[in-house]
């Protein structure tokens, strides 16, 4: 079965634009979160969503937002990009039931620079 | 933090040796899990071990927990150049994970 798809791959933005992504889960999987990787702060939490709500968020400004569709598809917003936003973000979906967790699948990232 | 972190934060080692790396964590969890990542790809579901359990394998990885200490650790036997990578604990209840720092091995062929 196809794997976690995100789309684009690269992305060079200017600061002050803002960005959309695309994370296409697993077939069945109605879990999606997103993080945010750079090498000086590792990998950070951004938000997790389970039929279309977001049951989870990390401690990332406003600026940061999601959603997800009915179709478990997910996407996830930065406005006012800053330099600072420059990072692999990387979604990864998962097939959880209540506490139960089976791991996540992840997707092979979008690799935004802002300039 | 919620965050694991694993030690040591980078490892060399020849073709064929056993590498071990270790994550300690601070909350109580209702699992831990390990992934693998290549520079600049998504990371790799490896293994999950739940609070429940002591020790878990799948292959050449051999993965314990000890939550009385808040630990847990990751071996690979008879490592391969292809093993080289990062490794990453997660932690967290329910679904939602915190991964820590990572430990960069190198297998040397």
């Known amino acids: 079965k196809a794997g976690v798809t995100q789309t684009p791959r690269y992305l060079i933005k200017t600061r002050g634009q803002q960005v959309t992504l695309s994370c296409s889960p697993i077939s069945g999987h109605r879990s999606v979160s997103w993080y945010q990787q750079t090498p000086g702060q590792g990998l950070q939490f951004l938000f997790e969503?389970?039929?279309?709500?977001?049951?989870n968020k990390g401690n990332f400004p406003g600026r940061f937002s999601g959603r997800q569709f009915s179709n478990s598809r997910s996407e996830m917003n930065v406005s006012t990009l800053e330099l600072g936003d420059s990072a692999l973000y990387l979604c990864a979906s998962s097939l959880a039931q209540g506490s139960l967790s089976y791991g996540y699948t992840f997707g092979s990232g979008t690799r935004l620079t802002v300039v | 933090s919620q965050q694991g972190e694993e030690d040591p934060q980078a490892l060399s080692i020849q073709e064929g040796e056993n590498a071990t790396m270790n994550c300690s964590y601070k909350t109580s969890i209702n699992n831990l899990q390990w992934y693998r990542q290549n520079s600049g790809r998504g990371l790799v579901h490896l293994i999950l071990?739940?609070?429940?359990?002591r020790e878990k394998h799948s292959g050449r990885l051999r993965v314990t927990l000890d939550t009385s200490k808040k630990s847990s650790s990751l071996l690979i036997t008879a490592s391969r150049a292809a093993d080289t990578a990062s490794y990453f604990c997660a932690t967290g209840t329910g679904n939602q994970f915190y991964f820590g720092t990572g430990t960069s091995l190198t297998v040397i062929p």
């Open positions: 071990i739940r609070s429940n359990e």
């Open positions: 969503y389970f039929s279309e709500t977001q049951r």
